[in-house]
T-cell receptor, first 113, second 117 residues
Framework: KNQVEQSPQSLIILEGKNCTLQ??????????LRWYKQDTGRGPVSLTI?????NTKSNGRYTATLDADTKQSSLHITASQLSDSASYIC????????????FGRGTSLIVHP | GAVVSQHPSWVICKSGTSVKIECRSL??????MFWYRQFPKQSLMLMAT?????????EQGVEKDKFLINHASLTLSTLTVTSAHPEDSSFYIC?????????????FGNGTRLTVT
């Protein structure tokens, strides 16, 4: 069964600090992995996409990594801002033409001033 | 970029009535759309996959007769919550993927907050 596990479930950090969110998956065959940011009461928005051959990808203060061998991904947030407070969801899409996505439960991040 | 419009953004209805939620892809065609339900401080839960021109595929535990899905065109899917009850109160979100774009992300609507009184 395809599964995506995220940790931690929730995280509280001070503004300006860095943090790293984890995502482990068992989706097979693997197509791609995306990190989404969901602000409260809004739909999720894609931050980064990682395909099989990619190890690291950055989008501003967000850096995602992928280890396809261990089936792990991380999202690193640098110099956090209050606006980073949101839920971060890891979504892994299966290959084979279906691209059916499997969602993680998300990590709730709260950035305090 | 690709945009998915969801309407209404919030609705309050009385118990026993039905509510229709629309999900439109504005600048791309979506043969497949997804409907989710989200309770406070919880992750998205996939309810069903909406397929243009055919029946929706429901996840285990989701009542297809209660949550009616219609995907009559390549840009519109609707979710109708029939005979709503207070326990149906939730945040409903749709998403669509532009299959014309390789590795297209899921484009999400901004959700519909349903409150059943």
């Amino acid at each position: 069964k395809n599964q995506v596990e995220q940790s931690p479930q929730s995280l509280i950090i001070l503004e300006g600090k860095n943090c790293t969110l984890q995502c482990n998956y068992t989706v097979s065959p693997f197509s791609n992995l995306r990190w989404y940011k969901q602000d409260t009461g809004r739909g999720p928005v894609s931050l980064t996409i990682m395909t099989f051959s990619e190890n690291t990808k950055s989008n501003g203060r967000y850096t995602a990594t992928l280890d396809a061998d261990t089936k792990q991904s991380s999202l690193h947030i640098t110099a956090s801002q209050l606006s980073d407070s949101a839920s971060y969801i890891c979504v892994v899409s299966a290959g084979g033409g279906s691209y059916i996505p499997t969602f993680g439960r998300g990590t709730s991040l709260i950035v305090h001033p | 970029g690709a945009v998915v419009s969801q309407h209404p953004s919030w609705v309050i209805c009385k118990s026993g009535t039905s509510v229709k939620i629309e999900c439109r892809s504005l600048d791309f065609q979506a043969t497949t759309m997804f409907w989710y339900r989200q309770f406070p401080k919880q992750s998205l839960m996939l309810m069903a996959t909406s397929n243009e021109g055919s029946k929706a595929t429901y996840e285990q535990g989701v009542e297809k007769d209660k949550f009616l899905i219609n995907h009559a065109s390549l840009t519109l899917s609707t979710l109708t919550v029939t005979s709503a009850h207070p326990e149906d109160s939730s945040f409903y979100i749709c998403s669509a993927r532009d299959f014309g774009e390789l590795f297209s992300p899921l484009h999400f609507g901004n959700g519909t907050r349903l409150t059943v009184t």
